[in-house]
């Protein structure tokens, strides 16, 4: 059985920063690329970050270039998502998912329970 589990989010002030974890379990993790994705209050689902099976490729929302960094240790069957200069719309339930593939296509079959990210003063 697949499972993600999320951990790391918080209340943080804006500008703040927080490191999001994603522990994998039950399918091979370095055989699939991974994605973050988040949905704000009241809002629908937001893409945010994604990354090949190695890492070698990652990608980003425009609004997160620049401010977030996706990574992952295949070693740990983790995924990351280092977030820098929070503002206070990125406040949200942030979720890692799982793709079908070890190339980023869009395309997620699995999800976490998600970790929640305020910021806010």
């Known amino acids: 059985e697949v499972q993600l589990v999320e951990s790391g989010g918080g209340l943080v002030q804006p500008g703040g920063s927080l490191r999001l974890s994603c522990a994998a379990s039950?399918?091979?993790?370095?055989?699939?690329?991974m994605s973050w994705v988040r949905q704000a209050p009241g809002k629908g689902l937001e893409w945010v970050s994604a990354i090949s099976w190695n890492g070698g490729s990652t990608y980003y929302a425009e609004s997160m270039k620049g401010r977030f960094t996706i990574s992952r240790d295949n070693a740990k069957n983790t995924l990351y998502l280092q977030m820098n200069s929070l503002k206070s719309e990125d406040t949200a339930v942030y979720y890692c998912a799982k793709e079908v593939a070890g190339l980023v296509a869009g395309a997620l079959d699995a999800w976490g329970q998600g970790t929640l990210v305020t910021v806010s003063s």
């Open positions: 039950g399918f091979t993790f370095d055989d699939y690329a």
